[in-house]
Every structure is written in structure tokens, then in C-alpha cells.
């Protein structure tokens, strides 16, 4: 039986769950008060680091880290994550903390609000901006969405250390293959239906990125309006949400080993920000979209409310693979079993803003 360790990050602090057998105990909050909008657990070391992005009402945003599952927080006496002077802007928040693979020992990389990426070559502890992205030619048209600027999705490729992939609400996906010295739009497909044009090269409202865990060349994206797929890192698009009872939502990820595979929870509209048809369902494709399967066995069957986020839904690296999804109601759901069935872990905590998963132990 593994450990697994989920952490929850929530409007008002970081709720931590331990679980072994399907036995579970949960502490918090941690960082009481702070909205926790970033969480990345980074197994790579000899010891599991936890990195959480807050933001207090009071000092503001930070990176914290722990190196003891949580027990024990450190933040660095300059912050870890500062926007230089000469952009004339400062941190709202940290959108998204993501390790780098075995391919990029110690690097870290955080996506903020002003949408930006930064680097971090020591786990974690200081990052620095990544100019060429923030001085890109299109970013003086980049539109906030409607949660703001944010950069709020980053995929390294375990082949390449200098291929990174990111998206940003509302500017789309762009990659670089050079290390962050270069980067291109990569959107050709993908839908932007507030915009005057069909098939704008960049402003589109995506809202999350996920890679296949087999073929490393396809994804799996969640826009504001459609779901869609690549099969060539981005080049181009296909819509796979034909099937689905609504391809508007926030959340997509993917199964940690099985191919073709991956996970979103639809949304009614952007009008009514609501599970599709009231209903709380997980939707499985197996098939890289060409069908999608709703999973609910032990999710509630009354009529329900709890909307999603982005970053509320998400694989642990067993097998069978751990599902699991906060809303904004307080409650928090898993599956041992990739998805088939479903137990209720929390409820009546705060805004669920994200979740995290991973396998610590034996």
C-alpha cells in the first residue's frame, strides 16, 4: 500500500491529507487566512518538497517551501519570486508552481499573474524572469480573462529540457525549444469566439493544458468554449468535446500511465458557472476524445453546485491511478481506481482554488 499525500489549497489556507488503505487524516489549515492558489509537490530529491504559492491579504504574495511533508514551512528572506524593476510591474500572485523532469535536475518553474514565467535553478528557493517571453511581440495585445492575467499552465517534455510549453487567460498557448531564448503561438485550431476572427493567432482564452502520459507529442487543452486535442505538441488543434453535455469548463488532466487517456469536468456556460446539467460528473475519454464517459458512482445524485477551477482537478502517480477534484463549495473528492468509483475525503472547507497528488511513500 502506498502513501499518498494530497494537498488542497483553498481561499483561506492549505489543508494536507495523508492517505494509506483508504484510510485518511487531514491537517490545516496552513497559512491560515492566505489564499493558496499553487501547489507542486516535487519528488525528484531524496525527500518530497512541497512548494506552495499564498497570498496574504497583508504581505502580499509568496513562495513557501517544506522539505517534511508540510510540517515545517520556510520562506527565503528575499522573495523568490520578484518582477525586476525595469518591467515596471509587481506580483500578484503565483498562478502555478511546476518541477521541471528528470531531464532538469533542480529547476522549478512558476507562472505568475502579470502573466510571466519564471526559473528557478535550486528547487525552488529563487526564480528569475524569463525575459523573452514578457518582452514577446504580441504581449502589448494580451487581455486579462476574467480571473486576471494569468500564466497558469506549464509542461516541460521530459525529452528535451529546452522545450517548455505554457498558457495564459487570455493570450493562449506559446512554446519555446530553446530554453525560454524564443517563443512562438502555438493556437491553430483552437476557438476564440469573443474575437472578431475564426482562427486568431493568439488571444485565446485557454484555460488548462494537459500532456499524454505515453505519446509525449499529444495534448489535451480546456478552452473558455471547446475541448481539443494536438497531436503534434501544438502545431495544430482538433475539437474532441463534441460528445461532452457542455465543452465549457476549467479543469483537464492527465492519467498518469495510460495512453490516450485523460480527465475535465464541464461546466454548464460562462453565463452559469455551474456543473453541466447540475450534476456532479468527472468525463473519461479513453480514447484521446473521440468518446467521453461520465464518471459519478459515489459522487452526489442530488441536484448540485460546486463549480471546479483549473487547477482543482488532478492524477497522484499510482497504479491504479488516484482522481481527485475540489469545488468551490468546500468539498473534496478521490478515486483509488482511476476514476470508476468515488468517496467524499472533505467538506465545508473553503473555495477549493487547487489540488495535488503524488505518491511519498512505500
Not at 6 to 25: C, D, N, P, Q, S
Not at 38 to 53: E, F, H, K, N
Request: a negative charge.
Amino acid at each position: 500500500m502506498a502513501d499518498v499525500l494530497l494537498t488542497v489549497g483553498t481561499r483561506k489556507g492549505l489543508f494536507i491529507g495523508r492517505g494509506r488503505g483508504g484510510a485518511w487524516e487531514f491537517d490545516g489549515p496552513h497559512f491560515n487566512a492566505q489564499a493558496i492558489s499553487s501547489i507542486a509537490i516535487d519528488t525528484r530529491g531524496r525527500v518530497p518538497r512541497l512548494l506552495v504559492g499564498g497570498d496574504s491579504a497583508h504581505w502580499g504574495p509568496s513562495v513557501f517551501h517544506s522539505d517534511d511533508l508540510g510540517h515545517s514551512w520556510i520562506e527565503p528572506e528575499q522573495p523568490a519570486v520578484k518582477f525586476p524593476q525595469f518591467t515596471g510591474t509587481s506580483l500578484e500572485r503565483v498562478w502555478q508552481l511546476q518541477p521541471a523532469g528528470a531531464e532538469a535536475p533542480d529547476v522549478v518553474y512558476a507562472g505568475t499573474e502579470p502573466a510571466a514565467l519564471f526559473r528557478s535553478r535550486d528547487g525552488g528557493v529563487s526564480f528569475e524572469l524569463i525575459r523573452p517571453l514578457w518582452e514577446h511581440p504580441t504581449r502589448s495585445a494580451w487581455v486579462p480573462g476574467g480571473g486576471g492575467e494569468g500564466l497558469h499552465t506549464v509542461l516541460t517534455d521530459p525529452r528535451d529540457a529546452g522545450a517548455v510549453t505554457v498558457a495564459v487567460s487570455a493570450a493562449g498557448v506559446f512554446r519555446t525549444g530553446d530554453g525560454g531564448a524564443s517563443w512562438a503561438p502555438a493556437n491553430k485550431g483552437v476557438s476564440a469566439s469573443f474575437l472578431p476572427g475564426p482562427d486568431p493567432v493568439f488571444g485565446q482564452c485557454v484555460h488548462k493544458v494537459a500532456r499524454d502520459a505515453v505519446d509525449l507529442d499529444r495534448l489535451y487543452l480546456q478552452n473558455h468554449w471547446g475541448v481539443f486535442r494536438s497531436d503534434d505538441s501544438g502545431d495544430r488543434w482538433t475539437d474532441i468535446g463534441g460528445s461532452l453535455p457542455s465543452d465549457f469548463g476549467f479543469a483537464m488532466a492527465a492519467h498518469p500511465h495510460r495512453a490516450d487517456t485523460a480527465y475535465v469536468f464541464p461546466i454548464s456556460a460562462d453565463v452559469d458557472r455551474v456543473p453541466a446539467e447540475h450534476r456532479c460528473r468527472v468525463f473519461r475519454t479513453g480514447d484521446a476524445g473521440g468518446t467521453w464517459e461520465p464518471l459519478s458512482a459515489g459522487l452526489p445524485e442530488e441536484a448540485h453546485y460546486g463549480t471546479v477551477l483549473r487547477d482543482a482537478l488532478c492524477t497522484d502517480d499510482a497504479d491504479p491511478a488516484g482522481v481527485y477534484f475540489g469545488n468551490r463549495n468546500g468539498e473534496v473528492y478521490a478515486s483509488a481506481d482511476d476514476g470508476d468509483s468515488w468517496r467524499q475525503l472533505a467538506s465545508h472547507l473553503p473555495d477549493v482554488l487547487c489540488v495535488r497528488a503524488a505518491v511519498v511513500g512505500p
